[in-house]
């Protein structure tokens, strides 16, 4: 009977292994296929003209160069591009966190006809492509003369990225404990001010992360920015990407590279630097509270 359990048990924990050696590779094969392209455009960044022509291509370039990055600035406005679309990301996200962080606390803690609402509000609201939609925010926006104009893709980044936030910043409301809350009203403490001074806090990590969402969204939008700004003075970062192709549809791959390069590391550099803060502060904030 001893012989029979510890063989058992000895195989129960082969197959353990075994799961978890799975599953490590298909994550280390998840990571690889991810990596590939960012990688891949690394490479070309830094490849001179002769390197990017050649039958056989390498993966680290034999003469690395930055002369790709100087004729991406010399050919199109990349500085200018990337402010207009700094300005747009950054502003659409404060603005939909703040529009959804009070939205978001009424939709998790009062079940009833507005949840529903708002709640289908979010489902529909994703189901629409954005063919559907352009022409009619086109007419919209035309009337209330934003055409051509940042605030007026910053207005459209944040209705479309509204529901997200909303959905998102729900499931975080409804992970704080009611009792915290009870307690401020005993205490007497209103609803503006428990929203505040108690469920803010606690939401910080979520907060943080539907900006972030909320910001890379902008930052990588290109549909809306190529259809609602037309002056090339305000154009944003996709579109100006654009502009490396030719008029046959032939890219000018180096520097084209090496502008979505650059494009790619802000969110990239950002991700990176807030992903230790939201673990931090939900760490904090259930220490604190």
């Not at 954005?130 to 910053?154: A, D, E, R, S």
């Amino acid at each position: 009977m001893r012989r029979g359990a510890v063989a058992r048990e000895s195989t129960g924990l082969r197959t353990g292994r075994a799961a978890r050696t799975g599953q490590y590779l298909a994550l280390l094969a998840y990571l690889v296929f991810l990596a590939f392209p960012f990688v891949w455009l690394i490479s070309t960044a830094f490849k001179p003209a002769r390197e990017l022509g050649s039958l056989h291509p390498t993966w680290i370039p034999e003469n690395p160069t930055l002369g790709n990055f100087r004729q991406a600035f010399d050919e199109q406005p990349l500085l200018q591009a990337a402010g207009n679309s700094l300005v747009a990301a950054v502003s659409a996200a404060l603005f939909a966190v703040v529009i959804a962080t009070p939205m978001a606390y009424v939709m998790a803690r009062h079940r009833g006809r507005l949840a529903t609402a708002a709640t289908g509000w979010v489902v529909v609201s994703q189901a629409f492509p954005f063919v559907l939609v352009i022409i009619p925010l086109f007419l919209i926006l035309k009337n209330l003369h934003l055409i051509n104009t940042l605030w007026g893709l910053i207005l459209v980044y944040v209705v479309w990225s509204l529901p997200f936030a909303l959905w998102m910043l729900a499931g975080y409301v409804r992970a704080v404990p009611a009792e915290l809350e009870e307690a401020a009203a005993v205490d007497g403490a209103g609803r503006v001010r428990t929203l505040v001074s108690v469920v803010a806090p606690l939401l910080a990590p979520g907060i943080v992360a539907t900006a972030l969402f909320a910001f890379i969204t902008a930052w990588n939008e290109f549909f809306f920015a190529l259809v609602l700004l037309k002056t090339p003075e305000k154009q944003t970062l996709p579109v100006v990407l654009t502009h490396f192709l030719g008029a046959e549809g032939v890219a000018d791959l180096g520097p084209l590279a090496a502008a979505a390069f650059l494009a790619t590391l802000p969110s990239l550099v950002l991700f990176a630097f807030i992903q230790r803060r939201i673990t931090g502060g939900m760490t904090a904030g259930a220490v604190k509270h």
